[in-house]
């Protein structure tokens, strides 16, 4: 499997690769058999010599069986900033010495193995729709993507020429919005805001599923952290944590909060043990 498939992950700055290298930690315990490559700044250095806290990652992400690929930034000048540098995600889509590639978004945790989307028919996107959005839009946190010269053209015009509200999402809307697969978000896209929510017809898209906070963790494969305007869990203060945690419901069901919480004090942990004690490679 590991010449033609590979997951895909974009760091933009220190704190994205040390989630990077946490998500390349999940996939090899959950046993990926796929190859990994981790986009990065070219301006980083990758030298052994070199004892930085970046190079350190850099070098536990080889450790962890990426390929390290040196890119310069994809950068936007206009627009929020929160995305300005978004676009380099879409380079998953000249990554041509494989067959299909997995992007992943590092703001999020993998809780199980994801390789069987690497065998599903052939199409030039598949991604999961933004289920949490009103109108039909695909979410570009998780994508299978068959890369190609022809579609990196296409992506790359449309970052030269984008309107200033355009970001990741909007361009892979622009060009597949009605033409991608979709992969179902239960149980490849869901939001820890989900555990918050009062009424969760949209994740659950049929009125006769029953909600249930333990079951839909423990189906998940990939979890997004989405909690504005709580903070990203590598931010998040214990304050921002407790007052951003869902309520029990009735009758003392903590379902909700307790899934939540195990979302973020597992992110925590692992930060600490990945990224905080990095071995002497």
């Not at 995305?83 to 998953?92: C, E, F, I, N, V």
């Not at 690497?118 to 068959?146: G, H």
């Not at 597949?176 to 805001?193: F, K, V």
């Amino acid at each position: 499997m590991k010449s033609d498939f590979a997951y895909c992950l974009y760091v933009t700055d220190p704190h994205y690769l040390c989630n990077a290298v946490m998500m390349l930690e999940s996939l090899e315990r959950v046993g990926t058999r796929a190859s990994r490559v981790l986009l990065h700044p070219d301006t980083w250095s990758t030298q052994e010599s070199t004892s930085t806290p970046t190079s350190k990652l850099l070098a536990e992400a080889q450790h962890l069986g990426a390929t390290l690929q040196p890119i310069q930034l994809q950068h936007s000048t206009t627009g929020e900033p929160t995305w300005a540098d978004s676009y380099t995600k879409l380079l998953a889509f000249n990554q041509t010495q494989f067959k299909r590639v997995i992007s992943l978004d590092t703001d999020a945790t993998v809780l199980q193995s994801l390789d069987e989307l690497f065998l599903s028919p052939s199409t030039p996107v598949a991604a999961p729709i933004a289920y949490w959005l009103k109108d039909r839009t695909l979410s570009s946190q998780l994508m299978l993507i068959e890369p190609s010269d022809v579609e990196f053209l296409k992506i790359m015009d449309q970052i030269q020429h984008h309107k200033d509200t355009d970001f990741d999402m909007e361009i892979v809307n622009n060009l597949y919005g009605e033409t991608a697969t979709i992969i179902p978000h239960r149980p490849y896209d869901l939001l820890t805001g989900e555990f918050k929510a009062e009424n969760h017809t949209l994740y659950l898209g049929d009125g006769k599923r029953t909600w249930n906070a333990t079951r839909e963790l423990q189906n998940a494969k990939f979890v997004h952290f989405s909690d504005w305007p709580i903070p990203k869990p590598w931010i998040a203060s214990e304050d921002d944590i407790q007052s951003g945690k869902p309520p029990c419901r009735s009758d003392d069901d903590c379902r909700d909060q307790d899934a939540w919480l195990w979302m973020y004090r597992d992110f925590s942990l692992r930060k600490r043990r990945i990224c905080d004690q990095i071995p002497e490679r």
